[in-house]
């Protein structure tokens, strides 16, 4: 059976292998917007990104489909690209979480209202303040500063006498 092609639609498919699995991105994008996106103003073209990981090891399969609108025209970005922006956006809110998640573990925070806020945005700032100054291996720094509150006092630039 043919596909059939929307106006103007772009494909692009590539893989990447990391941590054992080799991931398989396609995207396509298309300028053709159906009636009920022209409510969304701006938009200008609709993307999909199907994403294959297969575990090398153990041949485990995991698939996932996304939908994306966008304000970037055909003349802008094709499907690679859009494609490229989104996993970058993802890649960037993946690394947060995890520290978030894995070395602050956010997730097993028990405060609750405007407090858990407030932590929220805490930790959000300070994984921005590490990945800012290059710290690479946050796991460290954040036990030393668990144990050297003034060393954390000083990677904030508040020298404590």
């Known amino acids: 059976m043919e596909e059939r092609r929307l106006p103007g639609e772009t494909e692009s498919a590539w893989e990447v292998v990391r941590d054992g699995e080799v991931w398989t991105y396609r995207?396509?994008?298309s300028p053709y917007l159906p009636d009920a996106l022209l409510a969304f103003p701006g938009c200008r073209q609709v993307v999909r990104v199907e994403r294959e990981v297969v575990h090398k090891?153990?041949?485990?399969?995991?698939r996932a489909a996304s939908?994306?609108?966008?304000?970037?025209?055909a003349e802008e970005a094709d499907a690679r690209r859009l494609?490229?922006?989104l996993?970058?956006?993802?890649?960037v809110e993946n690394r947060s979480f995890w520290v978030r998640?894995?070395?602050?573990h956010e997730d097993a925070c028990q405060v609750r209202g405007?407090?858990?806020q407030v932590l929220a945005v805490l930790r959000a700032f300070?994984?921005?303040l590490l990945y800012r100054r290059g710290v690479r291996k946050k796991k460290a720094a954040l036990e030393t500063f668990s144990f050297h509150p003034l060393s954390a006092l000083r990677f904030l630039g508040l020298y404590a006498v």
Do not use: I, Q
Not at 87 to 91: A, K, N, Q
């Open 114 to 116: 405007v407090g858990a």
């Open 27 to 29: 995207v396509w994008a």
């Open 126 to 128: 300070l994984v921005s």
């Open 57 to 62: 090891g153990t041949g485990e399969v995991r």
């Open 83 to 85: 494609g490229e922006l």
């Open 67 to 73: 939908y994306a609108l966008t304000s970037l025209g």
């Open 87 to 91: 996993l970058s956006r993802w890649e």
């Open 101 to 104: 998640d894995v070395l602050l």
